[in-house]
């Protein structure tokens, strides 16, 4: 239903505001979210403000009981404390994970994004090596640090 403003959203934060190169066609699970992302014990979640896309997250389920933590970006207007989008969508995800009995949480970031690993960090997530991902974590070319989380 808003897989439009939700590509828009996304490829607007990575390529104007933090010059990262990536592409709408890079990205291909942003135009089939229902078969990529709502499947097994995976979901995506959008936050709006007056019908409009201001944030989102997803959960890709990756077997073994673990799962990745993918495409959580909020407009910039929206952003921290006054808001708290990104705390209520992680929050959503979080709940929906221990229902679907997820035991491990990865994710991927690039450097660029430092208020994010803040927040991560905040939010109980622990930096961890490349090296000790499971095998079935999608790795995006532009992602360098990496992020755990227990359940």
Not at 2 to 27: G, M, R, T
Not at 56 to 85: C, H, P, W
Not at 96 to 117: D, S
């Amino acid at each position: 239903m808003y897989q439009e403003n939700i590509l828009e959203l996304i490829v607007s934060i990575q390529q104007k505001e933090f010059e990262i190169p990536i592409s709408a066609e890079d990205q291909p699970d942003l135009c089939n979210i229902r078969d990529f992302y709502q499947k097994d014990n995976g979901n995506f979640w959008v936050a709006l403000f007056n019908k409009r896309v201001i944030g989102t997250i997803s959960l890709l389920d990756i077997g073994n009981e673990q799962a990745a933590l993918r495409k959580m970006f909020v407009d910039k207007a929206y952003r921290g404390g006054v808001y708290q989008v990104a705390r209520i969508l992680l929050k959503e995800l979080l709940k929906w994970a221990r229902v679907k009995k997820i035991q491990e949480i990865y994710l991927g970031t690039t450097p660029k994004f430092t208020a994010a690993h803040i927040f991560y960090g905040k939010s109980g997530f622990c930096e961890v090596a490349k090296t000790s991902l499971p095998s079935a974590f999608p790795i995006m070319k532009v992602d360098t640090k990496f992020y755990k989380f227990e359940l």
